[in-house]
Each structure stands twice: as C-alpha cells, then as structure tokens.
C-alpha cells in the first residue's frame, strides 16, 4: 500500500512539474480589450516568436484609463494586424495572436518572451519587485519596445519607472547609424507617426511632445536594451492599418520600424 | 626433466626436422604394422570368449602400439637439426645497465644479480663451447673486455634509457664480420621507446639470430602507482578547458582515494580525487584550462603515496601549445530565432572565437554580422571551396537543404572531409529531417542517423548528461566532475527539440533530451569525419539555460564556448607539422612531418618546405624538408635535440614565390626520467623478442639450461647433425609401461 502511496505521489510530482515547465499559452483578456477583434484560428500555435504585450500597473496614473489601466491600449487589434505584417514580410515564426505578459500576477512569465512591448508608459507605475525583475530580465537578455507616449508630463512619469530600473544607466538618443535602424529595412530617414487623434485634430503630435525621439538604453556591450518610441504612435499605425483615412506612409514606417526593433532584438 | 626423459633439449625438437636413417622405404615401415595389427586383430578374433570385447580391444591396442614402436626403431629415426659448430662461433652476451637495472628487489641490485649469473654460470658454461663477446648496453650497446680477469665486476647501472631495438640493431649489423651464432640478452626488459620495431625483428629473423632472453626483475611491484600514459590535446585556444586521460597502473592500493593533479612550474592547475580500483590499470578523465597563449608545459599525474616503491613514476610531462589564432566560424541561418542571438551573445567576450553570421530575414533578405569588411559573404553563402575553406568552423541552423546548391552541398561536406573543419548542424523547423536533409548528401556526414519523420517539437524537455558527456570538456562547466554533473541535473529544460535516430558508428552521443514520460533521444552528439569532425545539436532551445538563470550565470556561453572550440581547435592550417612524439624521453632523435596545402586544401607536391628551430640555448638551426614519395603532399625530416630543454620549430612553405602557410610545433628533450617508468620487469617484451627471433626466454633460475639450447641455431657457421632418438630413455619407459600395463590387466581380469 505504502509503495502504491509512494508511486502516485512520484507520478503527481512529475505531472506537476511539467505543468509548471510549460510555457504560458494564449489567453484572453476579454473584460479588458480596448479594440476587440475576432481569436485567430492559430492563436495556440507554439511559434518562436510571438508578439508579447506587457501588462503593467498604472497605479497612481490609473485615472488616464480607468481601472484597467493603460496597458492594452489598441489591444488586442494593433497587436494581431502587426502580426500579420511580421509574418508576411519577415522568415519570423509566428502566430497570429498575441501573448500578455502579466507583470502583475505571473511576473517570471517574462523570462519565456526576449521581446517585450509596453504602451502608454507614460502611465506606467511599476513597483519595486517589478523595477528588479525587468532589471533582471533585460540583463539577461531581453528587450524591452516602449511606444505612445508624448511630453514632458508623460517622459517624467515613464523615467520615474525606468530609471529605480537602471538607475545607473542613461537614456541616449539613437543614432542613424545603430543597427537597430537597419537590420531589415534602412530607416534614416524617420517621421513622427501620429496616433488616430491626429485626423481629427490635425496634429501629429500630443501634448507638448512636437519633436519624436528614438531612444535607447545600451548594456554594458552597446546593445539596444530598451527602445523608446517616443512623442509617436506606431500602436496606432499597427492598429488603424485597415482604416483608408490614416495614412499609409505611418504605416509603413511603423510596420518596418516595429520589424527592425524585432529582428534587432533576435540578433544582437 | 625433459632432458632426461628425451635426451635432448626441447630447442632441438622444435627446431629440428624428423627423418628416419635406416634407408628402408617408409611404405614398408606402414604394411608392417598393418599386417602386425592385423595378425593381432585375427588372433583375437580366435581366442574369442576368453575376454570381453572391450577388453580384447584394449589387449589389441596395446599389442599393436609395442610393435609399432619397435618396427619405428628398426627404421633408426632420429632429429635432424642445424647446431653451432663448436669454438667456432660467436655468441654475443648483452647486459642491460640502464638505471631500473640497479633497482634492489631482493636485497640486491638487478645488475647484480645479472653478474653473478654470468660470472658464475653462464659465461664459464658458454665458453667452453663458443667465443663470447659480452656487451653492456643502455642507449646503445658498448662491448666490454673480458681479457684480464674473465669476469664480469663492477658495471654501473647508470644509463638513462634501455633501447633494446637500438642495441641489438648495432650486433646484428657486426654479423657480417663475424660469425654470430646466437645472442643472449640480461634485462628487465624496461625499453624506453614503446618496444622493438619491427625491422631489427625482421633483419634478426632474416639473418636466422636467436634472441635468447634472461629476466630480472618481478612482474610488477608490490606496492606502487605509475602513470601509463597520458593522452592530452597537443594544440589548445587560448584559455580553452582541455581534457587529458590518464592511464594509470597501481598495486597494493587497491579502494585509496588519491589525489590526481595537473600542475604547471609547480603551481596546481587542476586537481581530483579518484580511487584507486580493484583492477591493476585504470583510465581517469582530468579537465584543465590550457592558459594564454604560449607552450605550456604540464606535470600530470597522481600525487606520491606513504609506501610506495617508487615515487618517480607518479607523473609524466605534456606540451600543449596554445595558439593565439582567433578562429573563425561561419554560421548560416535561415529564419530569425532566440538560439541565433544568444549564441552570438554566448561568443561575443571569447577571445578565440571569431562568429561570422548570414541570416535570412526575410525571403530575399540576408543580415551579416561579424564580417571583417562590407565585402565578406556579401553575395551570401560560399559557392568556391577557396572561399568557405577561409573559415575554420561552419554551424548551419534552420536552412533548408535545397537552400544550398548540389555544388555548395558538396563544398560543405569537403570542409569537413578535405579541409578539416568542424561542421555543426542546429536543429530547426527548416533543419535535419524537417529541413529535407534526409535525402541530402549532408545526411552522411552527421553523426545521428536521420529518420525521415518531421519531429520537431516545441515542447519542453530534460536534458541530461551520458557517460560520454561527463567526462568531455564540452560539458563541462563545473570545474569538478561531480559538481559539474549534479549542476546539469538543475539545468533548466530547452523548450524545443528534434527527435533523431541512432549514433552512427563511431559517433559519441554527449547528452540525451526527453519530454516527462518519453524515451531519451540523442541531443548532442559528435563524429570524426574525413580529415574533420561533424556535430550535430538537436535543439534550438538552448537560450532559456541565459534567459531562466541569473544574469551572471556564464553556464551557457561556457557551453557554447566549449563546443565551438572543440569544432576548431584542430581544424588545420594549409601547413601542419607534428611530430610522434612532443616530449622526448632521454632521447634525441625529432622526426618532422609537415602536410602541405594550397587554398583549396588540396596536397602540394612541389613546394620548398624549411623549418627553423630554436635551442634552449637561443640558437637555431634551420633544416629542409624533403617530400614523402608515398604520400602526396607530406614532407619529412629529422632533426638531433642534443640538450635537454624546450624547442620551437617553425615551419614555412612556398611554392615557386606563394607563400603557403606557415605552423609552429613545439617539443622538448626530458634527461633521467625514462628509466623511472616501467621498472619492474617487461616479461612480455622479452618472450615476445624471443618467440619472435626462434629464442628463449629463461628467468635467472632456470637459465643454466640456455648454454645447451643455445648451440641450437641456424646463424653463424653450423653444422647439420643426426641426432638419434632410438635410445631415449622415453622410448624404453614406453615399451616398459605398455608391456607391464598389459600384463597387469591381464592378472586382474585373471587371464594371466
């Protein structure tokens, strides 16, 4: 009996720990999409590569929002038409879902996914244990895309995150000449791409953030670990794709922009 | 025993020739006996009822046997053999006087015990019948006088090394000048060199020689470890983790644990603790890291023991020359994916290593990295063996194999066959069987048999270390060895892989994968092929061993590191010199050997090869090379290391005003350490020298029977003698036991 005993709990043991060896498959976020599309047929496939979103806490910048926070702006619709471009343009295996990457409640989840993109940082509020754990990841080895958010309030409040992460790393402008600019597409010549506001309003830009920056932070070996897409919009490039009002020419750059910032991140 | 019951010594009957000396026709001799047996059968056949059937036969048998033997001897036979005509002979009488000789065994030294039986038997026993020339020999053989008083006193045991080869070449080549008849050799048959060749065995046999043997010395010591051998890589990368195997012989520490140690100028470099098994020699795997660049030269070996006989042959010597070169690696990969950046990543701080990458990114699209110049593989993957032979390593990742050309399918295979590359295949879902490889002729080249099915999987999986894997310096990333394998047992699993066939012969299977509850497959395997060596890594999952581990954990560039450094270390240059041996044991003689070829790898024949080497005194000397005639593109030479110390030989080649290449080969001459080894006797040596040569060999006791055997002999000026056998007492005891056994049996089956 003992021995029987003995070998069931061998058996769970085993069947437990590969439970927790897998990967953390596609998951719906229903109550808190910000534009819902259909769930592609291969949203379970297991690919190399997938688009992964980062689900952070807004915190005291949660009022932007609401309680969801700010994290799936465009989502999930900017995240699956990207999606569509990274396949067709690129030898890139992958599905045509995305992945949330829950800092909040399955932060080492991260550690599964080298690319990461978080948007409207301009709201973001990690905490400490967060702060440690993408300092963590991105020493290792990741890489971190940040994008959408505009002026001095925003920059202040994305920095305050960012820099209890690297405290003692500064953020540079990137050159023309990084390879980050041409690993598949050659992108000196860069504009500012405008979020969906701008046909409306006209403007490219959002609140005082006229000038768009391409910024970086650099490790130790001079490689681009996080990359910031600022004073611009390329979520709602990705997500407007479809939408005959919003110029192409944004598209264009933020598709390839988005696909040199991933092929940087799976070579360097 | 033998001599008394057959007259003569053995040596007489194996060497001679059977004949019978009576002139009567040998048919006659078989109807005789014939008829013999036949009269007895009738006879029995008349007096049936007395005994049983098997009885008579018995009786029959014995009958006809005793009148067989006696109708032989009316034939006269007798023993033809070839004999040294008395005082008319040289026997030529070698005594070892090399340092093992003067090891007491018994209380009294080795030479000793030799001289004793030479002065007291020996000598006195052969020259009463031949001349005796009496030799003492280490190195080579010096002949000692014998003219004053006879005797043999006072020889030294103080030659550094024993060269039996060597010295009996130096007597074979006197016996034009004089008539040998025999030699007879005293040794404990501890030759320096790794035994006799095969042409002083040949050129004895040739002038019918017999090597008599007399050992001294037992069979081993009773309390002793010694180093075998050890096999270390001659040529290492700078700081590249190195593997030596060492054999070891011990006797009386049977279950110790000891200490075995690499050391360099006395300065420990790796250490671990073995035990010492039940069986007399075993093989210990000790990792190290070779250093930067430069000759380094190690003492491997097993710290000294309390007890032991000899402590002197605890360690041996090795050279491993450390090469500076950066080496290059061409890595062809077909889609964008993790393993790609981080094995750049695991590369980047080597300082051997030189990745050069071509990706496809997208369909038309290729992204180089770590080229020298914008020109490098600009037009993508080498299509001119000139152009791939550059690399000295080549990883192909997820590339289809239609993505290559039959001819560049042909180049990649040479690279490793003719050039001597390594060649590493990654799996993917455009690799191996997924890739299309099957029906490629890649597929022959690799290790692991491909299966044809598509198993690729995405699935997480344990990796997990074989036999094989613990002991090689690719795995290793630990610096102990147990460390380093309850260390892989945490190694956190790859999150894909390919499920491939079986080892190919030859092929060494490193590490196994499996998925909970599935059959372990072969991971990492590796193969030697052609000139070069193939590997194949079945997974491409490797990048979670950095992304789920601690940023400062090195473990996957180590590894990767370590693999690609096995891939080329001993990929060559157009030019290569070696030499058998880079540590000279108390001896002086170099031979070079330098290979020779052009871009594409292909042999050179004419081409002026010089090699320039430079004394431990600071001088040089510059020797030319001549061609080898039976094989292309290799080039000799020899050269005389007259002083003890380290040497480096530098090679150049040209043909008419191209410059071919240029290797470096270090070696170094070690006085007063050959003797220390293989001290106790070599039995087997000298039986074999002796077999070889239609010799004995004699332990000192029984060696008063070599002055009768050794006039036995088809050298020198002989005489062919008749030796009859009629009257051996072995023929009378016969005739008695067959008669008296006969009427014995008859008085217990009362038919007397």
């Given at each position: 009996m003992r021995f029987r005993i003995a070998i069931l709990a061998v058996l769970l043991c085993c069947g437990f720990s590969a439970l927790l060896a897998f990967q953390a498959r596609f998951k719906e976020y229903t109550g808190e999409e910000d534009n819902p599309t259909a769930v592609p047929g291969d949203a379970f496939e297991q690919t190399e590569w997938t688009f992964a979103r980062l689900r952070y806490p807004s915190g005291r910048y949660a009022g932007y929002s609401g309680e969801r926070g700010s994290w799936p702006t465009d989502f999930p619709k900017a995240d699956r038409q990207f999606l569509q471009g990274v396949r067709r343009l690129t030898r890139i295996h992958t599905r045509s879902s995305e992945q949330v990457i829950d800092l909040i409640n399955d932060p080492d989840e991260i550690f599964n996914w080298p690319w990461v993109y978080a948007v409207e940082v301009g709201h973001w509020d990690l905490t400490d244990a967060q702060c440690k754990l993408l300092r963590e990841y991105l020493l290792r080895g990741g890489f971190l895309m940040v994008d959408d958010f505009h002026g001095t309030f925003e920059w202040d409040v994305f920095t305050q995150s960012m820099s209890r992460i690297f405290p003692d790393r500064t953020i540079v402008e990137l050159p023309n000449a990084d390879p980050i600019f041409h690993t598949v597409y050659d992108l000196d010549q860069r504009v500012q791409v405008p979020g969906l506001q701008y046909l409306y309003s006209g403007r490219l830009y959002e609140k005082d953030g006229t000038i768009p920056h391409w910024r970086a932070i650099y490790d130790d070996d001079g490689r681009v670990m996080v990359a910031m897409c600022f004073n611009q919009d390329d979520g709602d490039a990705w997500e407007h794709a479809d939408n005959p009002q919003y110029e192409a020419k944004y598209t264009s750059q933020a598709y390839r922009l988005g696909i040199n910032y991933i092929v940087y991140s799976m070579t360097h | 025993m033998f001599e008394l019951l057959f007259k003569y010594p053995l040596a007489v009957f194996s060497k001679g020739k059977f004949v019978l000396l009576s002139g009567w026709p040998v048919w006659l001799l078989i109807l005789l006996i014939v008829l013999a047996a036949g009269g007895l059968f009738w006879n029995m056949r008349q007096r049936h009822g007395i005994l049983s059937k098997t009885r008579s036969t018995i009786v029959w048998l014995a009958q006809t046997a005793l009148i067989a033997l006696l109708l032989l001897m009316l034939w006269h036979p007798a023993i033809s053999v070839a004999r040294l005509r008395p005082q008319e002979n040289v026997v030529a009488v070698l005594v070892d006087h090399s340092r093992s000789m003067g090891i007491a065994d018994d209380g009294k030294p080795r030479l000793q015990n030799a001289e004793d039986l030479l002065d007291n038997q020996l000598l006195p026993d052969l020259s009463k019948r031949f001349q005796v020339r009496l030799y003492e020999f280490g190195r080579d053989a010096v002949r000692i006088d014998l003219s004053n008083t006879g005797q043999v006193r006072g020889?030294?045991?103080?030659?550094?090394?024993?060269r039996i080869g060597d010295s009996l070449k130096h007597i074979a080549s006197e016996a034009g000048t004089m008539p040998l008849g025999a030699i007879v050799v005293l040794s404990d048959g501890g030759d320096n060199t790794g035994g006799i060749d095969r042409e002083t065995i040949e050129q004895l046999r040739q002038l019918r020689i017999p090597v008599h043997t007399i050992g001294f010395g037992p069979d081993h010591f009773a309390k002793d470890i010694e180093i075998v051998d050890v096999d270390s890589p001659a040529r290492a990368l700078a700081q590249s983790r190195v593997s030596a195997r060492v054999a070891i012989r011990q006797h009386g520490f049977a279950g110790q644990k000891v200490k075995l140690m690499v050391r360099e100028n006395d300065h420990p470099v790796a250490e671990q603790e073995i035990l010492l098994k039940p069986d007399a020699e075993q093989s210990e795997t000790i990792v190290f890291n070779a250093g930067p660049p430069g000759a380094h030269s190690f003492q491997i070996g097993v710290t000294p023991v309390a007890g032991e006989e000899n402590a002197q042959n605890n360690s041996v010597v090795r050279l491993v020359n450390v090469t500076p070169k950066k080496m290059r690696i061409l890595y062809m990969e077909g889609e964008p994916r993790w393993e790609y950046k981080f094995i750049r990543r695991a590369l980047e701080d080597d300082p051997s290593i030189e990745l050069v990458t071509i990706l496809r990114t997208t369909q038309n699209k290729i992204y180089r990295q770590g080229t020298a110049d914008a020109h490098e593989l600009e037009a993508g993957f080498p299509t001119k063996a000139e152009e791939l032979f550059k690399y000295d390593g080549l990883i192909i990742g997820s590339v289809e194999a239609s993505y290559f050309s039959n001819e560049q399918q042909a180049i990649i295979r040479d690279f490793a066959d003719r050039r001597g590359g390594g060649v590493l295949f990654l799996a993917g879902r455009f690799a191996l069987s997924e890739g299309g490889y099957t029906k490629s002729p890649l597929a022959e080249m690799m290790p692991l048999r491909l299966t044809g099915e598509k198993n690729w999987s995405r699935d997480f999986a344990t990796v997990s270390l074989t036999d094989a894997g613990r002991e090689s310096v690719i795995c290793r990333i630990e610096e102990e060895r147990d460390q380093n394998i309850a260390r892989w047992q945490k190694m956190p699993q790859v999150a894909n892989y390919d499920v491939l066939g079986a080892p190919k012969p030859g092929a060494v299977v490193l590490m196994n994968v499996a998925e909970a509850g599935h059959r372990p497959t072969p991971l990492l395997a590796t193969q030697n092929y052609g000139h070069g060596r193939v590997g194949i890594f079945a997974t491409a999952g490797s990048w979670r061993w950095k992304m789920l581990q601690d940023h400062t954990d090195r473990t996957h560039s180590m590894f990767w590191s370590q693999l690609l450094r096995w891939l080329v270390t001993e990929t060559p240059g157009p030019v290569l010199s070696s030499t058998p041996h880079q540590v000279l044991s108390d001896d002086t003689h170099v031979p070079l050997r330098v290979s020779v070829r052009d871009k594409d790898f292909q042999t050179v024949s004419g081409a002026t090869v010089q090699t320039t080497i430079s004394r431990p005194d600071g001088g040089s000397d510059t020797i030319e090379l001549r061609p080898d005639p039976l094989e292309p593109g290799m080039y000799t030479g020899e050269y005389t290391a007259d002083k003890p110390g380290t040497y480096v030989a530098e090679t150049s080649a040209r043909q008419d005003k191209t410059d071919l290449g240029r290797d470096a080969l270090t070696f170094r001459r070690e006085d007063g350490v050959a003797e220390n080894f293989g001290a106790a006797q070599n039995r087997d040596l000298l039986e074999k020298l002796s077999s070889d040569t239609g010799g004995s060999y004699y332990t000192p006791s029984n060696a008063r029977k070599l002055s009768g055997e050794v006039a036995v002999s088809e050298a020198g000026i002989t005489a062919h003698d008749n030796l009859d056998i009629w009257d051996m007492p072995i023929v009378f005891l016969l005739v008695i036991l067959i008669r008296g056994g006969e009427w014995l049996l008859r008085r217990k089956w009362g038919v007397v």
């Open positions: - | 020889l030294a045991a103080d030659d550094n090394a024993t």
